[in-house]
């Protein structure tokens, strides 16, 4: 099974980016299928962005020109820029990885990393 580490979150003023990163153990990520999710305070978990790992991608209409999951195989780990930041981003944001892509994306991954904490302040 895959480790996962995200880091990268911060505080950050409206308008503002941030990358976040997930760094994955155990496993190659470009044979797995990952997402990014997060949740804000009182809200269910949202499916942010995912990636097959035939590199094909997904990003929801919230973040949609905003936000850009990429992978860098070298580093073995899965990024999220985040541009244009809004109050309504904050959240803790989560990656997850598993071989099967609809597990992914339904949040029914195997692996999960222990999430990171983003505040965008107006």
């Known amino acids: 099974q895959v480790q996962l580490v995200e880091s990268g979150g911060g505080l950050m003023q409206a308008g503002g980016s941030l990358r976040l990163s997930c760094a994955a153990s155990g496993r190659t990520l470009n044979t797995l299928n990952v997402a990014w999710f997060r949740r804000a305070p009182g809200m269910e978990r949202e499916l942010v962005a995912a990636?097959?790992?035939?590199?094909?991608?997904f990003h929801a209409g919230s973040v949609q020109g905003r936000f850009t999951i990429s992978r860098d195989n070298a580093k073995n780990t899965v990024y999220l820029q985040m541009n244009s930041l809004k109050p309504e981003d904050t959240a803790v944001y989560y990656c997850?990885?598993?071989?099967?892509?609809?597990?992914?994306?339904?949040?029914?991954?195997?692996?999960w990393g222990q999430g990171t904490q983003v505040t965008v302040s107006s």
């Open positions: 990636m097959r790992n035939g590199g094909s991608t």
């Open positions: 997850a990885a598993d071989l099967n892509y609809f597990a992914v994306v339904a949040g029914r991954a195997a692996s």
